[in-house]
């Protein structure tokens, strides 16, 4: 059975920190590319951060959170990571870990909240 599990997210205040963690089971994690996706209320699900397969060698971020957020992966523990920093109101949303490949099916893991507020 296919799982994306996300944790890490809660209440923090502006200018702090978290880190979200995404693990992985009931398939080869190490052949796809993670994403990570927030959706905020009442705006359409954005794109925040990707890493490649295997090494993870490539990464690439949205313009709103690049020099904040840094985006990894421990294909040891089929686990991708989002360390958030500097963190703002306007980041507050659902985050969602996602994971594609071109030709195999893409998983959705269920979301974990992220509230930025003082």
């Known amino acids: 059975q296919v799982q994306l599990v996300e944790s890490g997210g809660g209440l923090v205040q502006p200018g702090g920190s978290l880190r979200l963690s995404c693990a992985a089971s009931?398939?080869?994690?190490?052949?796809?590319?993670m994403n990570w996706y927030r959706q905020a209320p009442g705006k359409e699900r954005e794109l925040v951060a990707t890493i490649s397969s295997r090494s993870g060698g490539i990464t690439n971020y949205a313009n709103s959170v690049k020099g904040r957020f840094t985006i990894s992966r421990d294909n040891t523990k089929n686990t991708v990571y989002l360390q958030m920093n500097s963190l703002k109101p306007e980041d507050t949303a659902v985050y969602y870990c996602n994971a594609r490949h071109p030709t195999q099916p893409g998983y959705w893991g269920q979301g974990t909240q992220v509230t930025v507020s003082s």
């Open positions: 009931g398939f080869t994690f190490s052949i796809y590319f």
